[in-house]
């Protein structure tokens, strides 16, 4: 098996399509996305983003709803080192390449890192224009009046938007993005944030991203404040932090217990304490 | 405890898949060959839709998937990506084609003849042991026949409607195209495409949303030459053969960009035997390049470009469809929260018009 998989050729095409993304945050560039030995929808635009980049340097670190240790993370991991001599960890901080899904760790993430998600959705105007030629165009006039209207209709209806996760953003005033489908609790956290955030839709053969320290802003009226998941006065059952996203677990006794989503930080709550 | 439960993954796979394997080793005891030569529609099948022509590796990857036909044909195509590519191999033309059958059903008489080959399209479709009659198959013909299509005539005689010609051939393998897209891009996604969903994407006009009955100018099953460049010698040579199904089919009539009243035609080909597929692809064809007419309403999946380039697919389709497998405790967290906000929302309000009514 060569390095990594892919070959040169693939390679060469997935990286100039990551620089020109690179170079118009937010903009959804097209590729032609090879077959993986994973199936399509388990993570293979992540996946041809992270085989594309990955050098000997690296160190990786893959994630898929919080948890180093879930199947799919695993699966994930085992493929990618079985054709690469890269090593692993599931420290946030030690990290240089953090493949994930549907979360963004709960450490900031520092600059020369790359974070790259695996995205079901690349197109945020799907929720209301499912024909891509028709979006490309309201993507190029940057009308999402659609959007706006949806967002005010949920509003009158519901109080709130009913989009939970994959909230629409805009990325540097212009391009409205699906941030994958992360909680609306970690979208502040695209925003100026230090690392390079890198989005692949193997699927949907798209490739977006958003460069350190841009600005990225929920779709929000001026007069509403962006709601994010809220868990009260619960607390980690095993560390005790109350400054993470839980997930909730019920026990055989079908009483309710929270614990961090975010497993890495959850150990490392214990050990070290607070996140910085 | 639960908790840890869902940080077991590593092992829960590794068991998982040793069950599964003991599950479906009798599988490995079937010959390769014994395999290619008796399910050689699923051969077929798979090859088509894996977009690779190996027989063998096509006989591996049905064993290994237990029979799954759809989860064969991705084994194929991932093996596909591992491969480097060496060249491009000559222009192919069905006319070529050495025929093991074919038929037409829209000339009664045709140059050539009707020539059925094997097939079972008129046996009485019964579990029950038939009598086969004895038959000495060696006193067939067994001479190269290359036979041009049957539309071929009509053709010269410019009364088909024939689509611009393409410079260069999109390869949808390099770049994916994004709208409008190029005929070879969308003939080569249905190519690849999910058997079943080409047939029922092309039912739909069969049934009346798209108003095509057409015709079978031509179906066609035979071997077809590969020929390269040589690298050195630079002369044309046969590289092997491949085996492909052809169908050209005629719809009505329409006018073309000269005001011209010409036939319009669709185009269906794939690897291996697989007519129904190819009959499917050929209706599609006819129905997105000639939807002025369709009935019925305004969108017509068969007339739309989008649906058929974004959804016949069946690695895609299939690989989706089972993604829903995989953990989505923090969307659904989500999901959940923002539900039971809305419902906390919906109620107020209610009890704010009802108090008002009260009043």
Known sequence: ?276 | MAYYAIKGGEEAIKNSLNFYNDYTKRSEKIDDEDLIESLTFSIDKVMSEGSLYSKKLASKSIKRSAGDLLNASFFVRAHRSSCQRIGICKELDVNDMRLSRRISSAFKDIEGGQLLGASNDYEIKLLVDLKNEKVDIKEYSNKDNVIDSALTPLRNDNLIKILPKEEEPWDITRVFPTSPYPRSSVLQVMSRGESGTLLGFAYTSMRGYGDVHPTIGDLRIGELDIKFTHPFTKKEVKIGSIEATAVESAGTFNKDENGDTKLTTGFGFCFGKNETKAISMSIIDLSLYNNSYTVGTEQIVASDFEMVMHHVDGIESFGFANHYKLPHYVTFQTDYQIFKSAKKYVEEQNQKDLNGALK
């Not at chain 1, 079985?82 to 240089?96: E, I, L, P, Y």
């Not at chain 1, 909730?248 to 217990?257: A, K, L, P």
Request: charged share 30%; proline share 5%; net charge neutral.
């Open chain 1, 1 to 276: 098996m060569r390095y990594a998989f892919l070959d040169e050729e693939a390679k060469k095409e997935i990286r100039r399509s990551i620089l020109k993304a690179i170079a118009i945050p937010g903009y959804i560039v097209s590729f032609a996305s090879r077959e993986m030995p994973v199936a399509r929808g388990w993570g293979t635009g992540g996946l041809q983003v992270t085989l594309s980049i990955i050098n000997e340097k690296d160190t990786l670190k893959v994630i898929d709803q919080g948890c180093d240790g879930s199947v799919n993370a695993v699966n994930i991991r085992n493929f990618i080192s079985s054709v690469t001599n890269v090593d692993t960890t599931t420290d946030t901080k030690k990290a240089t390449l953090i493949q994930t899904r549907h979360r963004i760790p709960e450490i900031d993430l520092e600059e020369g890192q790359i974070l790259v998600y695996q995205v079901p959705m690349p197109d945020i105007l799907e929720t209301v224009e499912p024909n891509t030629a028709k979006a490309k165009i309201m993507h190029a006039n940057a009308d999402y009046s659609k959007l706006w209207v949806l967002l005010y209709e949920d509003t009158s209806m519901y109080g709130d938007s009913r989009i939970s996760n994959r909230y629409p953003v805009i990325v540097h005033d212009r391009y409205a993005m699906d941030p994958s489908p992360i909680p609306k609790y970690d979208t502040p956290k695209l925003n100026n944030n230090k690392a390079l955030q890198l989005f692949g839709a193997g699927r949907e053969k798209k490739i977006y991203a958003v460069p350190p320290y841009t600005k990225v802003e929920p779709l929000k009226f001026e007069d509403r404040k962006f709601k994010i998941e809220n868990f009260e006065d619960k607390s980690c059952q095993r560390c005790g932090s109350r400054d993470s996203f839980l997930d909730e677990v019920y026990d055989d006794n079908g009483i309710t217990h929270y614990y961090c989503n975010d497993t890495d930080y959850c150990d490392s709550y214990l050990k070290n304490g607070a996140k910085k």
